[in-house]
Nanobody, 122 residues
Framework: QVQLVESGGGLVQAGGSLRLSCAAS????????MGWFRQPPGKEREFVAA????????SYGDSVKGRFTISRDNAKNTVYLQMNNLKPEDTAVYYC???????????????WGQGTQVTVSS
């Protein structure tokens, strides 16, 4: 069984920063990709960023490029999302998930965490 637990969300003013964490447990992860998605109120879930557990693959959604950075700590089985220069439109529930397929396609993720709320005030 795979468990993903997000943490680090909260309330921040526009221009501020937050770092989200996604702690993974269960089966080994070396062949998978980990991704972050977000779901703003009343909107569909959208791709934010993804990273491979091995190698140097990363991918970012257009709206967060240059502001967000995804990273991992293999020893801790944890993936991070450093979010800088936050904007009110970044307000959403942020989810981490695991996939072996197209990292931008949320339907291909087999496991999801429970989500963590990020609220950016103007």
């Amino acid at each position: 069984q795979v468990q993903l637990v997000e943490s680090g969300g909260g309330l921040v003013q526009a221009g501020g920063s937050l770092r989200l964490s996604c702690a993974a447990s269960g089966r080994t992860f070396s062949s998978y990709f980990m991704g972050w998605f977000r779901q703003p109120p009343g909107k569909e879930r959208e791709f934010v960023a993804a990273i491979s557990w091995i190698g140097g693959f990363t991918s970012y959604g257009d709206s967060v490029k240059g502001r967000f950075t995804i990273s991992r700590d293999n020893a801790k089985n944890t993936v991070y999302l450093q979010m800088n220069n936050l904007k009110p439109e970044d307000t959403a529930v942020y989810y981490c998930g695991r996939t072996t397929g197209d990292v931008r396609n949320g339907a291909l993720y087999g496991y999801w965490g429970q989500g963590t709320q990020v609220t950016v005030s103007s």
